[in-house]
């Protein structure tokens, strides 16, 4: 089988070839049809991520077909559609696994960092980390929504925001171009927060109520003038927008961070004191929830727009994602 890995930190990805690996007990073997290229993906490139052991194959966007079962999988059988995204297994001991916070599971296992991922024809997964796909999604639709889009979903559905509340999405990109469709969806009035007259368009068809081109307007003013947000989610990953949009938070307002940086968010305590403002981050979600982000993508119609490179084309694929430019969702074909 071919195999796109990354040999070491900061290295270029090669494709070599491999032997189709056998799933071992609690296992199965995924024959990969597309893999979703995210940002995330740069911590097993560039080796950002403690503990990685090269060569590396990184992907957490994983959609394909049981092929094969280890002993002791009883739930899954070949021929079944699954996903895999950024929640690769749970170890089911730890104080937040015994509370059945499994999102939260403090040795959590991630494909494409503590095991090969889905830049490859073949991949080995555990079971707990499998969500099945729907028939009416395909792979290259279902593979996004396994991180970015769960994300995305979980984290608003998780808001506290009700219908008809001012959600404002940060960021017109790979999580934002989702973020709008399912704050649409969801009944939200929502404010896309972007630049470029492209992106107002853009975000109208995605089902955006009202656009901030940030360029050129204060939006945090902006917010304010519509009543204040309820939430704001922030998709890019610029800290210093993150914390300009603080002040468009209305009363009880949160920002929650879902774009990765290393840069700091600046808040002072009387902008959180003042309307109880609150600040959080959120990460992906459990197989469990990739399903519900995958039937709700199905009844709703929600859907990512993607670019698609074939697996040889791994370094492009990468590079373009990485380039910031693609229209949103890299996904990589087998
Ligand atoms: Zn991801
Ligand atoms: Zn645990």
């Avoid at 494709?15 to 024959?31: D, N, S, T, W």
């Avoid at 002791?72 to 297994?89: E, S």
Wanted: charged share 20%.
């Amino acid at each position: 089988m071919r195999v796109a890995q990354v040999p070491g930190p900061g290295e270029e990805f090669q494709i070599v070839e491999h032997e189709i690996p056998k799933p071992g007990a609690g296992k199965v073997r995924i024959k990969v049809q597309a893999c979703g290229v995210c940002h995330s993906d740069a911590l097993t490139k560039e080796g950002a991520w403690p503990g990685i052991q090269y060569p590396r194959v990184p992907g957490h966007e994983v959609a394909g077909v049981i092929d094969e079962v280890g002993d002791g999988v009883a739930a899954w059988k070949p021929g079944q559609r699954v996903g895999v995204g950024w929640h690769g297994g749970q170890d089911g001991t730890c104080r937040e696994c015994r509370r059945g916070d499994f999102r939260n599971c403090r040795n959590l296992k991630i494909p494409g960092i503590s095991y090969d991922g889905g830049y490859q024809e073949y991949m080995l997964a555990p079971m707990e980390a499998l969500a099945a796909i729907p028939d009416t999604l395909s792979d290259v639709e279902a593979a996004p929504l396994l991180c970015a889009g769960i994300t995305t979903y979980n984290a608003l559905r998780h808001s506290g925001a009700f219908p008809g509340d001012l959600v404002a999405v940060q960021g017109i990109g790979g999580l934002g171009h989702l973020g709008v469709q399912f704050a649409s969806k969801f009944g939200y009035r929502v404010v896309a927060i972007g630049h470029g007259l492209e992106n107002a368009q853009l975000a109208k068809r995605l089902g955006a109520n009202e656009y901030i081109d940030s360029k050129l307007t204060n939006a945090a003013e902006a917010l304010q003038k519509m009543g204040g947000a309820r939430v704001v989610i922030a998709t890019a990953p610029s800290s210093k927008a993150m914390s300009e949009l603080i002040e468009g938070l209305g009363p009880n307002g949160k920002l929650i961070v879902i774009g990765a940086t290393f840069d700091p968010i600046e808040v002072t305590p009387l902008q959180l004191i003042s309307g109880s403002r609150t600040i959080q981050g959120w990460a992906a979600g459990t197989p469990a929830d990739s399903e519900d982000t995958l039937r709700f993508a199905e009844l709703s119609g929600v859907r990512p727009m993607i670019e698609t490179y074939p697996l040889e084309k791994a370094a492009e694929a990468y590079a373009r994602m990485m380039s910031g430019k693609a229209q949103f969702r890299v996904v990589l074909t087998m």
